[in-house]
């Protein structure tokens, strides 16, 4: 069993920061990527922030200059630093890993964190 445990989320002011984590943990044999999506009431989901095994990363080109992600490989964790916050940003955000469950596995499959809200508010 796999499965994404996320932290972070919470209540800021615009022009605040947060830090939003998720680890991966359970049979896994490799992960290919992961990654942020969020999802506003009203609003299709996005991709927020990305980052391959390889270090390649990709933004949103609403948070880029201001968001960073980031990866630990003996942790099976990624990380995405939120600076400069607007209202806009507010939505639940949601970890996806990209992996291999085990060597015998045809492809890639998805796992889903369950999400943590992220409310920037005055």
């Known amino acids: 069993q796999v499965q994404l445990v996320e932290s972070g989320g919470g209540l800021v002011q615009p022009g605040g920061s947060l830090r939003l984590s998720c680890a991966a943990s359970?049979?896994?044999?490799?992960?290919?990527?992961m990654g942020w999506y969020r999802q506003a009431p009203g609003k299709q989901r996005e991709l927020v922030a990305g980052?391959?095994?390889?270090?390649?990363?990709i933004y949103a080109d609403s948070v880029k200059g201001r968001f960073t992600i980031s990866g630990d490989t003996a942790k099976n964790t990624v990380h995405l630093q939120m600076n400069s916050l607007k209202p806009e940003d507010t939505a639940v955000y949601h970890c996806?890993?990209?992996?291999?469950?085990?060597?015998?596995?045809?492809?890639?499959?998805?796992?889903w964190g369950q999400g943590t809200l992220v409310t920037v508010s005055s």
């Open positions: 980052i391959t095994s390889g270090g390649t990363t």
């Open positions: 996806n890993c990209l992996m291999r469950a085990s060597m015998n596995d045809q492809g890639y499959v998805e796992v």
């Open positions: 359970g049979r896994i044999f490799s992960i290919r990527a």
